[in-house]
């Protein structure tokens, strides 16, 4: 199993970016999907998630920093999680890491699986 990031660059403050992640591999469920993000010196935090079931296709939650301005989704056909970032300001400048809870039939139970990361980076 795999996933791969995508959307990442670089961004004026205000400006809004869409990421993308796929999963790929002998996927038989993914429970939760979601992103990570890690500043210089910091330590990654979790930045938004989304559950495979609730309301319009999944229940979100967010930290406190990106509410109103970061939505997350997901495509269940596509083993897809998508970030879309608006009123992007600096302080959100990380590597943003997506993440699935996948039970592939390989391995018979759930486990993390991460993205490789890609660089967001907002200037001023």
């Known amino acids: 199993v795999q996933l791969q990031a995508s959307g990442g660059g670089l961004v004026q403050a205000g400006g809004s970016l869409v990421l993308s992640c796929a999963a790929s591999g002998n996927i038989h469920s993914i429970n939760v999907m979601g992103w990570y993000r890690q500043a210089p010196g910091e330590q990654r935090e979790l930045v938004a998630r989304i559950t495979s079931v609730g309301t319009g296709g999944g229940t979100t939650s967010y930290t406190d920093s990106v509410k109103g301005r970061f939505t997350t989704s997901r495509d269940n056909a596509k083993n897809s999680v998508y970030l879309q970032m608006n009123s992007l300001k600096p302080e959100d400048t990380a590597v943003y890491y997506c993440?699935?809870?996948?039970?592939?039939?390989?391995?018979?139970?759930?486990?993390?699986?991460w993205g490789q990361g890609t660089l967001v980076t907002v200037s001023s």
């Open positions: 993440y699935g809870e996948i039970f592939s039939y390989g391995l018979g139970y759930v486990r993390d699986y």
